[in-house]
């Protein structure tokens, strides 16, 4: 069976910080391109951040730009989000998803592109 399994959300204060994993099973990541998405009640799903799958590029949506690190480990068969400096706009349900095609510039924030998905890892930033 092939999935993406999301863990690591939960409960922080603003200011704090979390590490979301995106592991995988069934299939290897090696060649796939990932991202990371959220979607808070009532709004549209939006793209955060996204890799390569030799991990050599990255992009960030503006609004986690300096916060937010995106990583991969092939060899564990997982990407990481390390989340810094949360705020409660950041307060969501988190999803990883893979994707075949390379180019960054087409996939990253369009999620209509991506093949593979996980159930998300809900992240609520509050006092």
């Known amino acids: 069976q092939l999935q993406l399994v999301e863990s690591g959300g939960g409960l922080v204060q603003p200011g704090g910080s979390l590490r979301l994993s995106c592991a995988a099973s069934?299939?290897?990541?090696?060649?796939?391109?990932i991202g990371w998405f959220r979607q808070a009640p009532g709004k549209e799903r939006e793209g955060v951040s996204c890799?390569?799958?030799?991990?050599?590029?990255?992009t960030y949506a503006d609004s986690v730009k300096g916060r937010f690190t995106i990583s991969r480990d092939n060899a564990k068969n997982t990407v990481y989000l390390q989340m810094n400096s949360l705020k409660p706009e950041d307060t969501a349900v988190y999803y990883c998803?893979?994707?075949?095609?390379?180019?960054?510039?087409?996939?990253?924030?369009?999620?209509?592109?991506?093949?593979?998905w996980g159930q998300g890892t809900q992240v609520t930033v509050s006092s």
């Open positions: 998803a893979a994707t075949p095609v390379t180019s960054l510039q087409v996939v990253c924030n369009r999620g209509i592109f991506y093949k593979y």
């Open positions: 890799i390569s799958s030799s991990g050599g590029t990255t």
């Open positions: 069934g299939f290897t990541l090696d060649y796939y391109t």
